[in-house]
């Protein structure tokens, strides 16, 4: 082996190189959940709170792909009630102050949804 002198250097690079953005990432601060605005305690949600924080935009996507390619303008929720497909006339009822509610969850999330490049941005409750 004549370049033997070479492989094992090699070999500690690819391994410092392959693992560096786990040790790099390894001291990082713990994520802190945004405290936001949640609507009053009587308010009924289309799903449950727990469902509605993993997947609205996944439903919201739905609802867009059932409004406007299917026409269909109800949806039925998990406990069998209907609501009307309307991010502004549904969710926006409750969930009015976007500063207080949606942007402290995509800001401290780094998530730039693109709902507001259709809907009218809600400037807060009224």
């Known amino acids: 082996m004549f370049n033997a002198k070479y492989i094992w250097p090699g070999i500690v690079l690819f391994v410092v190189l392959f693992t560096a953005p786990f040790w790099l990432n390894a001291n990082t601060k713990t994520y802190?959940?945004?405290?936001?605005?949640?609507?009053?305690?009587?308010?009924?949600?289309?799903?449950?709170?727990?469902?509605m924080a993993a997947e609205h935009m996944q439903l919201l996507d739905t609802w867009r792909d059932m409004a406007?390619?299917?026409?269909?303008?109800?949806?039925?929720s998990s406990s069998g009630k209907?609501?009307?497909i309307s991010l502004q006339n549904t969710c926006m009822t409750c969930h009015s102050n976007k500063v207080d509610f949606c942007d402290k969850c995509h800001d401290s999330n780094s998530v730039?949804?693109?709902?507001w490049d259709?809907?009218?941005?809600?400037?807060g409750n009224k």
Not at 32 to 51: M, N, Q, S, T, Y
Not at 118 to 123: G, I, K, N, S, Y
């Open 32 to 51: 802190v959940r945004p405290e936001i605005a949640l609507p009053e305690k009587g308010a009924e949600c289309i799903e449950p709170r727990a469902f």
């Open 68 to 76: 406007l390619r299917e026409e269909k303008r109800v949806y039925v």
């Open 82 to 84: 209907e609501w009307a």
């Open 112 to 115: 730039d949804p693109y709902c």
């Open 118 to 123: 259709c809907h009218v941005e809600p400037r």
